[in-house]
Structure formats: structure tokens, C-alpha cells
């Protein structure tokens, strides 16, 4: 009946392809031709939930191993005990389960030698869905096993599915929640949430074009907005400020305190622990399932946690930066010298730390704690700091004194940018030859960041106006920096300084005092 078997696949495979319908996979493992030919003949109209079944044959239990071993993924396996030998069924059975690690395919046994096998051991040995004699081929009989398995199968593969979700929204989550910067966080967030949306859904694929976050913190607002072409950051913004249907979204979500869709946009809501209010808001071809809703909401309760953890950490950032610049302005001020010194000396600093191969945690820490480079002269009287002329001997060991006092000031605090800073204030002075003070240090006995403070320091004085010189031109100082190198400073971080020296211009240019 070979005739038969090519006809049915012929005329599916035409008819599915006018219908555009989808396939259920069905292999039939048997020795007998008759078997195939009546099954697929019985069967060939059959739908479940839409679908067409697609039948594959196999003779023998080696030809079904090679099938088996392919991609194709069978939905029914309805296979017979005695082919080769009596117990081939058995043992593919067996290979299928436990060596191809397949437990998604559900398998019926049919026999027409029930007394080999009997049904009693084999349903509580084997790990099968049904057993049958190969006299159950009438219709009826047939379509109530094909509607029991394919449901198992439907069911199985849905819980695979939902499991697959799950550990790529936990590792989306993870991944985001390690992300620093907000910039960086909205397009992962914009890219996360195309996946999860169509890993959620089992109709077809959301597009979403837009995606959006408004939280308010306090009277702060912040926000993020993504599509394909960009991302935007808005931060601590007034809710006038934000584009009408972002911030007509928002306020009716602040409104009702709950998640809703409108329009083309679905917007969850979220009120946390601290008291602030965050919507989400993104575009969807259509109007999502609960249990879409459902996935989609425990991805975005965790990403909004991450996002307001995110804006406390840069407004925690950005107070202690505040405070720092305060604090090494406020001592400058006291000697006569502007708070832009100690931003352009932290910011020379952070970029021979980046010249010099530093990573980015110890390039954004050396900004900062250089800042505070001469606090210990809270400690120096006015009238040393503000002389006009030049200091006497007594006088110059009260100015050397400012970096040991800055360092007790600084001492015994458990801060990274803190420490960094007691390290630099207490070497910012020493000499690469072992000439300068308070301990003699010469080379690499002197912290990294302190040498480099060293040099963004006297540069720094060289160019700007101080009580006691006027500002030198920019070559000029650039020449002293060179003079100095191999006795005052690092010889390896002046040749990087003088290489790059543009931008250590720059900086002068764009802050001056």
C-alpha cells in the first residue's frame, strides 16, 4: 500500500499549504505495511485544536532510531513491541526515554502479540502513554488515543515553555540589575522586554516600537523612553516637561494605582516599599493575555525595583560628589583659591588614571578623592596661606604639615574614595626621586594616585593665578611638567600626560576660574 501512504502526505502537505494550517508530528514504527496504511488512512482528516497530522514511517526499530535522532520533533509515537526481535519495541522505548533524553513525545505501544509483552508489566516498567492491541485500529478507537496524547503532549510542552520563560526573565533581571549607568540600563531594558513579551505569548509575536519608565521620587521625576533609534534619560525633571502622551499615561496611572491597558499601550504600575511611584509603559500590536500580563509583570516588578534602586544609587552619587566638591572647594577657598581647582585637579587626575590602563571604578574614584588633595589645610593659619610673598622657614613647615593633617582628617573611614583620598593627600607631595615630603617616598613606593595627583596638582598651579604668581602659559607649564619628569614626577605618566596633552588643555578651557 505504498500507493496509499504517498497520496495521504501528498494531499496534506498541498491542502496545509492552501490552509495555511500547522502540524502535529506523528511517527508510526511498525513492520507491518497494512498498519501504516490504515492509520494514516483513518487518520488523515483528523484535527486537533487546528492542527493536521504529518505522519512519518519508520519499519524497523533501527530505521526509527536514525529518525528519532534528527531534529524532528514528534508530538505521538505509536510503536510496535515485536519487530526485529520481540522485545525491539521495548528497547526503543527505552533508548527514546532514557538515551535521547526525550520525555515530551508521548509514546503508545500496540501488539498484536499481547502475550509476549503482557500490559500489566509494561505500563508499570516503561514509561509509555497507552498500550494497545493492533485490533484497536478502528476510528473511534484511534481518535480517543490521538486526543489523550496529543493533550498531554500540548500540556508538557506548554509547562517546558513557561519553564524556559521563567529562567530567561530571571537571567534578563539579573542581567539588568548589574547594569550601572542609566543610559545603558534603558536599552537593555527596551531590548529585555521584546523578548520576554514574545517568549510570553504562544499567539503571535508583539512588536513593541516604544517603551517607556516615569518614576517619582519625592518631587523628583526621572525618566527613560526607547525604540529602535534611541534612547533618552530624562532625570529629576517636572512632569510638564515630559511629552503629553507619556505624561497623560502617567497621571492616569497615578489615579487609579493599577495596571491597565490604553490604547495600543500596556502600562504597569508600581508602588515600592519606600513610597514611590513607577509606571512602565510599552506599545503592543494588541491587547495581551492574563497569563502574558502575568509573565510581563513579574519581569517588570524586578526590572522597577532594579531602576529605583538604580536612581537612590545616583542620587546617593551624586550628594557625596556634591559634598566632596564642597569640601575641597571650601578648603580652597580658605587658602584664596576657587572650587574649580580641585574639579580641574580631579578631573586631570581621572584621566591620566584612564591613560594609564586604570578601569573605570578606579578612574570615577581618583575624580573624586583627588578633589580633597590639600583638606589638611583647614589646619594652616590664614595668614601662611594667604601670604602674598615668599614663606619664611617656619612658615614652610607649617604649609608641609597640610598633607599629615589631611591625612588624620581622613583616616579610619570605610570608604573606597575616602581611603583613596587619605592615600593621595599623604603623597600628592612626595618626589619621584625621594626628594619631596612628609616621608621621603621615592618611585613606586608612592601610591599610584598619588603620583598622578602630584602632577594634575602642580600643573594645575602652573596655570592658574594664585596669591603669590600669575598663571603661566599653557606651553610653559607643559615644559615644566617635562623638566620635572624623572626627578618631581612619575617619568611614565609624564610621557602619557605630554602625549596627550590636548586634553589636559581642555580642561583648562572649559573650567576656568
Known sequence: MDWLAEDITETDTETAAVENVEYCNVLIIDDEEDVHAVTKLTMKNFLFEGKRMRFFSAHSAREARDILQKKDKFA????????????????????????????????????????????????????????????????????????????????????????????????????????????????????????????????VLIDSTEAFAISK????????????????????????????????????????????????????????????????????????????????????????????????????????????????????????ETGEHVVRVGLFAMQLAKLSGENNFYCERIRLAAQLHDIGKVGVPDHILKKEGKLDADEWEQIQLHVIKGWDILQGQDNSIIKMASNLVLDHHEKWDGSGYPNGKKQHEISLEGRITAIADVFDALCNKRCYKEAWPLEDARQEIINSSGNHFDPHLTSLFIDNFEIFAEICVQHPD
Request: one cysteine or more; a negative charge; glycine letters at 4%.
Open 217 to 336: 521620587m519625592e518631587d523628583k521625576l526621572n525618566m527613560f523612553s526607547a525604540n529602535a533609534d534611541s534612547v533618552r534619560v530624562l532625570v529629576h525633571s517636572e512632569i510638564k516637561e515630559l511629552p503629553d502622551h507619556e505624561r497623560k499615561l502617567f497621571e492616569y496611572a497615578m489615579e487609579i494605582k493599577t495596571n491597565f491597558h490604553n490604547d495600543n499601550y500596556y502600562v504597569y504600575f508600581h508602588h515600592s516599599d519606600r513610597g514611590y511611584d513607577t509606571i512602565f509603559a510599552f506599545e503592543t500590536e494588541r491587547t495581551l493575555a492574563r497569563s502574558e500580563e502575568n509573565m510581563i509583570d513579574l519581569f517588570l516588578r524586578n526590572v522597577l525595583l532594579s531602576y529605583e534602586n538604580l536612581l537612590l544609587a545616583n542620587a546617593f552619587e551624586e550628594t557625596q560628589e556634591l559634598a566632596i566638591t564642597l569640601m575641597g572647594g571650601t578648603m580652597e577657598s580658605h587658602s584664596k
Open 76 to 203: 505521538l509515537i505509536l510503536l510496535d513491541v515485536v519487530m526485529e526481535t520481540e522485545n525491539a519495541g521495548l528497547d526503543l522505548a527505552k533508548f527514546i526515554r532514557q538515551e535521547l533524553k526525550n520525555r515530551f513525545s508521548r509514546i503508545i505501544l500496540r501488539t498484536g502479540q499481547p502475550g509476549i509483552a503482557p500490559e500489566h508489566s509494561v505500563i508499570r516498567n516503561f514509561d509509555i502513554d497507552g498500550y494497545r492491541n493492533k485490533t484497536e485500529l478502528r476510528k473511534l478507537d484511534l481518535e480517543s488515543a490521538f486526543y489523550t496524547s496529543l493533550r498531554a503532549y500540548r500540556d508538557i510542552c506548554q509547562l517546558q515553555k513557561h519553564r524556559e520563560i521563567l529562567e530567561q526573565v530571571i537571567d534578563s533581571i539579573a542581567g539588568i540589575s548589574q547594569i550601572s549607568d542609566l543610559l545603558s540600563f534603558a536599552s537593555a531594558v527596551f531590548a529585555q522586554i521584546k523578548l520576554v513579551l514574545n517568549l510570553s505569548t504562544s499567539k
